[in-house]
């Protein structure tokens, strides 16, 4: 296989999708098209536009292949998703929206099959977010349409599918909260039986393999003059970990930031996490169990731009000593049901006269309240490596140093997905982790940190 100079990169967040050329040599992107990801309502129920982005991709590619042109293709999805395949190869049905909510007699009939937390590391989540639970509600709910199921994939590995044929899925989609796998035996759970579709499941790859290359017909269609490999590919969240398991020696945390805030302690062990505060295992590129944990910050930082408006982050970094002194507070959750509060309900104190920029102060702290509260759950030792859109975030980063004692690092670079990714077929990574200055009063903080989680009691945490 001739040297990989140019990466193409398919990055399928939940909430937008793009398709980018990466520079091996230097890191660089030379090209990127984005697009939202959408759900598109109704019958049988809310599913994602695979049509859509099936040809956004295509088109992305073909406009590619002439400049700058690539030599590999590699690929990142979000985790919670899996791709019911037909006899044809087509889908069986369509793709569900994780966030969908069940029917209580279907959440009930599933509890009572799912494996124990020991076994999986899986903690029992809304909605779809175990890819279990979404093909209990597909099998239960539409009999007549599962029947016709032949293969089941993970997400990223649906899409390297439909460019080379070959169908495979991979442990990092495998192993995060699916109930599906065993991170600690590398193999099926019992689920898989229990739901009868353990000869369904497609063989498990690595996610360093390269599967096969571009379809003949599909290379034609795109444009393209060489054979080009696909790589198996990738969770997201384990891609933007990817980077930092090269040639960074344990025990570190990573804290990756996008609609979800996940939260990995490498070099930690499982021995202590709590399933009903949204702890749990990951597993890496490598096949190993990482422990893990996670809040939907990214989601929630789009609802307080809804309700506050965009934020004048020089302004809201001044109003930071006010909203400490006066404990102008934002309490959890805004996207409910998740994270390590699950039960609470949403809530400011003493922010009913404070301006918009108090109000930002408060709500960057929260967030870096909330990472705190993840990395404790889940042991984290040394320093922390912040890395995605709040890595860009002053007040969240002077706050997570202050809150948490310790060095805490702001990873510039290309996006971690999209490098990640890269790393699979031959990139190189190129980010740069900046050492923090500067925090806030460690008195001030530390007593605010304390009032808002005697706040929390009452009503917050999981029982």
Sequence with gaps: MSEVRHIAVLDIGKTNAKVLVLDCATGEELDVRRRSNKVVPGEPYPHYDIDGLWRFFCECLAQFSAAPGFDAISITAHGASGVLLDEAGGLAMP?????????????????????PFPETFSPALSGGLNLGAQIHFQRSVFPEAFAKVRTIL???????????????????????HTDLW???????????????????????????????????????????????????????????LLPHLVGREPPFAVVSTGTWVINFAVGGDLEHLDPSRDALANVDAYGRPVPSSRFMGGREFEMLVAALGPPEMSAAERAVPNALQKRIMLMPNLAAKSGPYPLAETRWLSADEAPVEEKWAAACLYLALMTRTCLDLIGAQGPILVEGPFSANLIYLKALRALMMRPVFAVSGSTGTSLGASLLAGGVSHQTAVAVEGT??????????SFWQSELQPQGKAK
């Design 440 to 449: 806030y009063d460690a008195n001030l903080m530390q007593a605010y940190a």
């Design 154 to 176: 993970t997400y990223p590995q649906y899409w390297a599918y439909r460019l080379t044929g070959i169908a495979a899925n991979e442990v990092t989609s495998l192993g995060c």
């Design 182 to 240: 065993q991170p600690g035996q590398a193999a099926f759970s019992s689920l898989v039986d229990r739901l009868d579709v353990r000869e369904k499941m497609a063989p498990v790859r690595s996610a360093f393999d390269a599967l096969g290359t571009v379809k003949a017909d599909l290379a034609a269609e795109l444009g393209l003059r060489q054979p080009v490999p696909v790589y198996c590919g990738i969770h997201d969240s384990n891609a933007s």
């Design 95 to 115: 793709v569900l929206d994780y966030e969908y909510e069940y029917p209580e007699a279907i959440r009930t009939a599933y509890a009572a099959l799912r494996p």
